[in-house]
């Protein structure tokens, strides 16, 4: 596996994967998702792939707060409280993607888009010129095009 | 077995990870998303904290099911996710720091002495079984870290009003 090639270098002396079943096993397991959500939010320049990114790291950190929970304090559950603030933060973020995956929508041209408002024929084609600084010109994401 | 279920566990967190990283279309990527959270779920339930596995399930891999059901139609339309501009492509640096970094966290896993190693050692403390658990996290949650938690509502309110404002027509958005 991953770990395997890394087991000759000094400084990885301890095979994680070698040791009894325990708190390394899923902290490795945590770093590995965050890394992807990390690649996710660095690599793409979709708004929705790098939320999704940010989401894969939020929940790379609920995984090491419960995990130091349960390992090394066990009698609180002081990382179970901020798990469910670390909740709030993504239901948070995932309603804001939404909105703005509704408003690229809405501000985007598009074969299926919404039946046309009355009189906004005229004002389309400067519509459709959207400034480019503005972060919902659908412009400026070209994976976003059809 | 405890062994069996951690590894099945993590084999699907990450699969589900990796298809929601690299999947072009943005429906699978959000069907891998739920996959991803209803595995962190079972994850929890086996790191013994069942109620967070619960809470998980039902406020975050729920509210996600639920989004995905509304915005069934406009996923569809937002096309190709991965197709951008190859002379701005930045997987490689990207993929260079996201190695690196995990490549540094091993090495911390790997040298520190956590002492307690073996999942079989865990054993579950009074605060931590059943009803119990339940009061002393309520208990917590609305004590020591009552501000924390106004703050993180307080953010899903604006969260929401932001969303509302920014789907409203035009003439109500500003």
């Known amino acids: 596996?991953?770990?395997?090639?890394?087991?000759?270098?000094?400084?990885?002396?301890?095979?994680?994967?070698?040791?009894?079943?325990?708190?390394?096993?899923?902290?490795?397991?945590?770093?590995?998702?965050?890394?992807?959500?990390?690649?996710?939010?660095?690599?793409?320049?979709?708004?929705?792939?790098?939320?999704?990114g940010l989401q894969l790291m939020l929940v790379a950190a609920m995984l090491?707060?419960?995990?130091?929970?349960?390992?090394?304090?066990?009698?609180?559950?002081?990382?179970?409280?901020?798990?469910?603030?670390?909740?709030?933060?993504?239901?948070?973020?995932?309603?804001?993607?939404?909105?703005?995956?509704?408003?690229?929508?809405?501000?985007?041209?598009g074969p299926t888009s919404d039946a046309p408002v009355p009189g906004a024929e005229a004002a389309?084609?400067?519509?459709?010129?959207?400034?480019?600084?503005?972060?919902?010109?659908?412009?400026?994401?070209?994976?976003?095009?059809? | 077995m405890d062994a069996i279920v951690f590894y099945a566990l993590a084999a699907v967190m990450l699969a589900c990870g990796a298809a929601m990283v690299w999947l072009s279309r943005p429906l699978h990527a959000a069907i891998a998303l739920i996959g991803l959270l209803i595995s962190?779920?079972?994850?929890?339930?086996?790191?013994?904290?069942?109620?967070?596995?619960?809470?998980?399930?039902?406020?975050?891999?729920?509210?996600?099911?639920?989004?995905?059901?509304?915005?069934?139609?406009?996923?569809?339309?937002?096309?190709?996710?991965t197709a951008?501009?190859?002379?701005?492509?930045?997987?490689?640096?990207?993929?260079?720091?996201?190695?690196?970094?995990?490549?540094?966290?091993y090495r911390l896993l790997a040298t520190t002495p956590w002492g307690l190693e073996d999942h079989a050692q865990v054993a579950l403390t009074e605060a931590q079984r059943g009803l119990a658990a339940i009061r002393t996290f309520g208990e917590t949650l609305i004590t020591e870290y009552a501000l924390a938690l106004m703050a993180g509502l307080l953010l899903v309110g604006v969260a929401i009003a932001s969303a509302l404002a920014m789907t409203a027509p035009e003439e109500d958005a500003c």
């Open chain 1, 1 to 52: 596996m991953l770990i395997f090639p890394l087991q000759g270098a000094s400084g990885f002396a301890l095979p994680i994967i070698q040791s009894p079943l325990g708190l390394p096993h899923v902290l490795t397991l945590a770093a590995a998702l965050f890394a992807l959500g990390l690649f996710a939010a660095l690599a793409h320049r979709s708004f929705l792939r790098i939320l999704m």
């Open chain 1, 64 to 109: 090491n707060l419960v995990a130091f929970t349960t390992y090394l304090h066990p009698e609180g559950l002081h990382g179970h409280v901020i798990t469910l603030l670390l909740v709030l933060v993504a239901l948070a973020q995932l309603g804001l993607g939404l909105a703005l995956a509704g408003r690229l929508m809405r501000t985007s041209r």
């Open chain 1, 124 to 146: 389309e084609a400067p519509a459709l010129q959207a400034s480019e600084n503005d972060p919902l010109n659908v412009d400026r994401y070209d994976d976003l095009r059809w």
């Open chain 2, 40 to 81: 962190t779920a079972g994850m929890v339930a086996w790191l013994k904290a069942e109620f967070m596995a619960l809470a998980l399930l039902s406020t975050l891999a729920g509210s996600v099911a639920l989004l995905l059901m509304l915005a069934f139609p406009l996923l569809g339309r937002l096309g190709n996710l």
């Open chain 2, 84 to 105: 951008s501009r190859p002379d701005e492509d930045r997987s490689f640096w990207a993929g260079i720091v996201a190695v690196l970094a995990l490549v540094i966290t």
